[in-house]
């Protein structure tokens, strides 16, 4: 079981480091653990999760072993500017782990391949590693006066085309109501150069706005001579479009 790896567990390392390698090696090097001939049941489900198919595993459960924060930078965004999204995840593996896709799924389903991560490179964590990924992208015309919210996180472990496991966040992209909103990365909240996982803000939703309009206003007028006096006023408004 993964839950063993959980560095809240206590377990010896060589436990849990050979826990991991069997699992590299069943995902990765697509090789079953040795079981004895004898256990022809264990070694049958063994080959079956060998066949081509996701392993589908609730990430929001493994708290400690692998976690994932999401923050919209901006409660609101114009549409004629560009959404920043950052997608920070934490790794607590005892040994390096390399994934291989970072999928982020949306109520808007024309955003779905906008906030995504297929180089390998920045998916490789060290032990008690984290790391934060920025995306931006541009709001739709269409649209404006709509909420844009994550619904889901997948980090792929293992080739898309074969057997692998995909780890989904949900529930636990749901802010703190306790937690007062702030950059991502505020100089108080980095110790040592590290930054405090537990100070990170989630933000999973942003809504997308009406644009300002581009116009110029000015105002031409002479004071009048005589109290009470009538005076003409001229406006001008220039399109800046």
């Given at each position: 079981s993964?839950?063993?790896?959980n560095?809240?567990?206590?377990?010896s390392?060589q436990?849990?480091?050979?826990?991991?390698?069997?699992?590299?090696?069943?995902?990765?090097?697509?090789?079953?653990?040795q079981?004895?001939?004898?256990?022809?049941?264990?070694d049958?489900?063994?080959?079956?999760?060998?066949?081509?198919?996701?392993?589908?595993?609730?990430?929001?459960t493994?708290k400690?072993?692998?976690?994932?924060?999401?923050y919209?930078t901006?409660?609101?965004?114009?549409?004629?500017?560009d959404?920043?999204?950052?997608?920070?995840?934490?790794?607590g593996?005892p040994?390096?782990?390399?994934?291989?896709?970072?999928l982020v799924?949306f109520?808007l389903?024309?955003?779905?391949d906008l906030a995504?991560?297929?180089?390998?490179?920045?998916?490789?964590?060290s032990?008690?590693?984290?790391r934060i990924l920025?995306?931006?992208?541009?709001?739709?015309?269409?649209?404006?006066?709509?909420?844009?919210?994550?619904?889901?996180?997948?980090?792929?472990?293992?080739?898309?085309?074969?057997?692998?496991?995909?780890f989904?966040?949900?529930?636990?992209?749901?802010?703190?109501p306790?937690f007062?909103?702030?950059p991502?990365?505020p100089?108080?909240?980095?110790?040592?150069?590290?930054?405090?996982?537990?100070?990170?803000?989630?933000?999973?939703?942003?809504?997308?706005?009406?644009r300002?309009?581009?116009?110029?206003?000015?105002v031409?007028h002479?004071?009048?001579?005589?109290?009470y006096e009538s005076?003409?006023?001229?406006?001008h408004?220039?399109?800046?479009?």
């Amino acid at each position: 079981s993964l839950e063993i790896l959980n560095p809240n567990i206590q377990l010896s390392s060589q436990i849990k480091n050979q826990t991991q390698t069997n699992l590299e090696n069943l995902i990765i090097k697509n090789l079953a653990p040795q079981v004895e001939t004898t256990v022809s049941s264990n070694d049958d489900k063994w080959k079956a999760l060998l066949n081509k198919q996701p392993i589908v595993i609730d990430a929001d459960t493994f708290k400690g072993l692998l976690e994932c924060k999401v923050y919209f930078t901006h409660d609101a965004v114009s549409v004629d500017c560009d959404i920043t999204l950052q997608v920070a995840l934490k790794n607590g593996f005892p040994l390096p782990i390399e994934f291989d896709q970072l999928l982020v799924y949306f109520n808007l389903k024309e955003y779905d391949d906008l906030a995504n991560v297929t180089d390998v490179e920045k998916l490789k964590f060290s032990p008690n590693e984290q790391r934060i990924l920025t995306f931006n992208f541009t709001p739709r015309g269409d649209h404006v006066q709509r909420t844009l919210e994550i619904t889901s996180v997948s980090l792929i472990y293992g080739k898309i085309n074969q057997t692998h496991i995909d780890f989904q966040w949900r529930t636990s992209l749901q802010p703190n109501p306790s937690f007062q909103q702030g950059p991502l990365t505020p100089k108080w909240q980095i110790k040592a150069g590290h930054i405090l996982w537990e100070n990170l803000p989630i933000r999973r939703k942003t809504n997308v706005i009406m644009r300002a309009a581009e116009v110029q206003l000015t105002v031409e007028h002479q004071l009048p001579v005589l109290l009470y006096e009538s005076y003409s006023i001229k406006i001008h408004i220039k399109n800046c479009e």
